[in-house]
């Protein structure tokens, strides 16, 4: 993950202001509507209003693990919850300092609960937001508005009682630095505990179709699986970056008969989601979202979290934004 500001220029966060006084009026659409089961965002077609929405929804509890938070609005949010006597804690990946100190003092100094991740993890990369330890928002983007103008990225809410509370128990731990083994809930995928397992049932269990949108695409263990389900004659599609770092796990993918379009960072789309769907338009269709990308630390090295859920509306909204992002892209050819 470090060097990816190198890629490509930050946006200017003057547009801040707007957006934190959007916050700031914002209704809690989406967070109610989870209430009911799931409800999807997607970046960038939607800004991060809802967020902010749904941090300032908390009556009791915040809690928060997040790889880079850079974003006032969501600071202020927080900062706003704390003084109002809503409980605040917040855990930062200790790796990222230099981008995540302005939050960690700002926090610190309103009362909130922060502090840097456990160095038991090579980075805690996870970006997960719960609410009242009943909602959760679990994100494939962090909170750094410098990206959101052009990030790719989804946040899905859960309000599954099991996941909700798998995903505050382990929040506790890495709070407190102390050893957990996560547990899955009903829809859960944690790293580095089984997320590899999980991913590699959800794609060899794919019969119809596979879709897969994903910043690193280097795991040999996932790509395998990938070009073996195009090689059994699942429809693959594989939406990338990079393919000067990625060319060969991308031709493995064609030479199976998969197809690949790719983003090269530097103008429009910036594809940072981590997305999977298995058999789209089917019974069984499921849906990944989460931090985890298709690399070994992120998969056995990092602290991540993602869901697989059938849920129709995330399936509907993943699958859209993939099929506009495929034919955008540039055809991979090797």
Same mark, same amino acid.
């Given at each position: 993950?470090?060097?990816?500001?190198?890629?490509?220029?930050?946006?200017?966060?003057?547009?801040?202001?707007?957006?934190?006084?959007?916050?700031?009026?914002?209704?809690?659409?989406?967070?109610?509507?989870?209430?009911?089961?799931?409800?999807?965002?997607?970046?960038?077609?939607?800004?991060?209003?809802?967020?902010?929405?749904?941090?300032?929804?908390?009556?009791?509890?915040?809690?928060?693990?997040?790889?880079?938070?850079?974003?006032?609005?969501?600071?202020?949010?927080?900062?706003?919850?704390?003084?109002?006597?809503?409980?605040?804690?917040?855990?930062?990946?200790?790796?990222?300092?230099?981008?995540?100190?302005?939050?960690?003092?700002?926090?610190?100094?309103?009362?909130?609960?922060?502090?840097?991740?456990?160095?038991?993890?090579?980075?805690t990369h996870q970006k997960t937001i719960t609410v009242d330890a009943a909602r959760s928002l679990v994100m494939t983007?962090?909170?750094?508005?410098?990206?959101?103008?052009?990030?790719?990225?989804?946040?899905?809410?859960?309000?599954?009682?099991?996941?909700?509370?798998?995903?505050?128990?382990?929040?506790?731990?890495?709070?407190?630095?102390?050893?957990?083994?996560?547990?899955?809930?009903?829809?859960?995928?944690?790293?580095?505990?089984?997320?590899?397992?999980?991913?590699?049932?959800l794609i060899n269990g794919a019969r119809h179709s596979l879709d897969v949108e994903q910043l690193e695409f280097g795991?040999?263990?996932?790509?395998?699986?990938?070009?073996?389900?195009?090689?059994?004659?699942?429809?693959?599609?594989?939406?990338?970056?990079?393919?000067?770092?990625?060319?060969?796990?991308?031709?493995?993918?064609?030479?199976?008969?998969?197809?690949?379009?790719?983003?090269?960072?530097?103008? #429009? @789309?910036? /594809?940072?989601?981590?997305? !999977?769907?298995?058999?789209?338009?089917? $019974?069984? +269709?499921?849906? %990944? *979202? =989460?931090?985890?990308?298709?690399?070994?630390?992120?998969?056995?090295?990092?602290?991540?979290? #993602? @869901?697989? /859920?059938?849920?129709?509306? !995330?399936?509907?909204?993943?699958?859209? $934004?993939? +099929?506009?992002? %495929? *034919? =955008?892209?540039?055809?991979?050819?090797?």
């Open positions: 993950m470090p060097g990816r500001r190198s890629r490509r220029p930050a946006v200017l966060f003057a547009a801040l202001a707007t957006a934190a006084a959007t916050a700031l009026t914002a209704l809690c659409g989406p967070a109610a509507q989870a209430a009911n089961g799931y409800a999807l965002l997607t970046f960038p077609d939607q800004d991060h209003s809802a967020v902010y929405a749904f941090i300032s929804s908390a009556t009791s509890s915040v809690d928060v693990t997040m790889y880079e938070l850079r974003d006032t609005a969501a600071v202020s949010a927080l900062v706003n919850r704390q003084k109002a006597g809503v409980k605040v804690r917040v855990v930062l990946d200790g790796a990222h300092t230099s981008v995540n100190s302005s939050a960690y003092n700002a926090l610190k100094a309103a009362g909130a609960g922060v502090v840097y991740s456990s160095s038991a993890y090579v980075y983007g962090n909170l750094d508005a410098g990206y959101y103008a052009n990030d790719r990225d989804f946040g899905v809410f859960d309000t599954d009682p099991a996941d909700v509370a798998a995903i505050e128990r382990v929040f506790a731990a890495d709070y407190a630095r102390t050893a957990v083994t996560p547990t899955d809930g009903d829809h859960l995928v944690w790293s580095p505990t089984d997320s590899q397992t999980r991913l590699l049932a795991d040999t263990a996932l790509v395998n699986a990938v070009a073996a389900a195009a090689g059994r004659g699942v429809a693959v599609r594989v939406v990338g970056m990079n393919p000067s770092s990625y060319g060969s796990q991308f031709d493995q993918v064609l030479a199976a008969g998969g197809r690949v379009v790719t983003y090269d960072g530097v103008n #429009g @789309l910036y /594809v940072h989601a981590k997305t !999977v769907t298995a058999d789209y338009g089917t $019974a069984g +269709a499921r849906v %990944f *979202a =989460g931090s985890e990308n298709f690399s070994d630390n992120s998969l056995n090295h990092n602290r991540e979290l #993602g @869901l697989i /859920v059938d849920d129709p509306d !995330v399936l509907n909204g993943v699958e859209s $934004a993939f +099929a506009a992002d %495929f *034919a =955008g892209g540039t055809p991979y050819t090797g």
